[in-house]
Structures are given as C-alpha cells and as structure tokens.
C-alpha cells in the first residue's frame, strides 16, 4: 500500500473521479470531482487499485470510506 496526495483530472462513466498515481497508473477515485486534491491510501489487489481511505489533505477531514 501507498499514500499519495493526487489531482483529480476527469471523471469516469460512473462518476468516480480519474486521477493518475505517481507511477503513471490511472486510480478511480469514488465521490470526487475534477479540480479535487485527495490524499489516498491505495492497496493493490489483482493488480487493480483499492481505495481504503479518501480524505480532504487540506482539512484532513474524511469525505468518503
């Protein structure tokens, strides 16, 4: 796992926001926006990006689980 303040750009067919890790691969973000800075804790399961946490890294606040 990793943590990774990163930028939404887009937003996928079904809404979640697409945002691009360090690494170059893309990372669907859930109940994001494009313009939107979210520090996420991302696992890596059958190669595909888990979200496990999404917060605010300018409030740390939580927005999504």
Known sequence: SFDEVLEVKDLSRGGAGVARDSNGRVVFIPFT?????????????????????????????????
């Open 33 to 65: 926006a494009p313009g939107d800075r979210v520090k996420v804790d991302v696992y890596l399961e059958e190669k595909l990006p888990y979200i496990s946490y999404l917060t605010d890294p300018t409030t740390g606040g939580v927005t999504a689980s």
